[in-house]
T-cell receptor
Framework: GDSVTQMEGPVTLSEEAFLTINCTYTATGYPSLFWYVQYPGEGLQLLLKATKADDKGSNKGFEATYRKETTSFHLEKGSVQVSDSAVYFC?????????FGSGTKLNVKP | DVKVTQSSRYLVKRTGEKVFLECVQDMDHENMFWYRQDPGLGLRLIYF???????GKGDIPEGYSVSREKKERFSLILESASTNQTSMYLCASSLRGIMNYGYTFGSGTRLTVV
């Protein structure tokens, strides 16, 4: 069945460092791909999305490219801030059903 | 913006109590979902609903039931709360049939069963 695998955390970075959180997926058909972010004590918020191969989603300096050949949707940011500390979830949507990764906690130190 | 409102942010209940978690969305979404989130286990789907009075079991429905009498409201019911139901509960909604439309989540209810 469909599934999402993302790198385990926590990931700890210094402010202004480059961020990559890996995400790969398994799916039939043509899923849409998403990244959600969860700040402490909050629900999940949509960060970015991509709906077809080679699409790039971007928001708040984060970006991810839908790579069908490698079934990946890695999240990147060129310079992280302390305020980016959160849990990040990769997800896919296929046939009206969502599949979430297990989440990756990011800690950014000043 | 779509808003999904969960009635309580924090809740403490006793073992054996019947617990109601309420979720309301204001954008006429057909689909609504209840998840629980636990450390190391990610998000697990409890129940979903694609229409009024329609419900479907997710991955972990045991010990829970749901009610959807109106399109905007989706209630999660713990028939007899147990300590292993202590968790963060997240409600979400989405439009039906649109592949690139994501979920909108509520802020979550952190339930503690003592």
């Amino acid at each position: 069945g469909d599934s999402v695998t993302q790198m385990e955390g926590p990931v700890t970075l210094s402010e202004e460092a480059f961020l990559t959180i890996n995400c790969t997926y398994t799916a039939t058909g043509y899923p849409s791909l998403f990244w959600y972010v969860q700040y402490p004590g909050e629900g999940l918020q949509l960060l970015l999305k991509a709906t077809k191969a080679d699409d790039k989603g971007s928001n708040k300096g984060f970006e991810a490219t839908y790579r069908k050949e490698t079934t990946s949707f890695h999240l990147e940011k060129g310079s992280v801030q302390v305020s980016d500390s959160a849990v990040y979830f990769c997800a896919l949507k296929n046939f009206n059903k969502f599949y979430f990764g297990s989440g990756t906690k990011l800690n950014v130190k000043p | 913006d779509v808003k999904v409102t969960q009635s309580s942010r924090y809740l403490v209940k006793r073992t054996g109590e019947k617990v109601f978690l309420e979720c309301v969305q204001d954008m006429d979404h057909e689909n609504m979902f209840w998840y629980r989130q636990d450390p190391g286990l990610g998000l697990r789907l409890i129940y979903f609903s694609y229409d009024v009075k329609m419900k479907g079991k997710g991955d972990i429905p045991e010990g829970y039931s749901v009610s959807r009498e109106k399109k905007e409201r989706f209630s999660l019911i713990l028939e007899s709360a147990s300590t292993n139901q202590t968790s963060m509960y997240l409600c979400a909604s989405s439009l039906r049939g649109i592949m690139n439309y994501g979920y909108t989540f509520g802020s979550g209810t952190r339930l503690t069963v003592v």
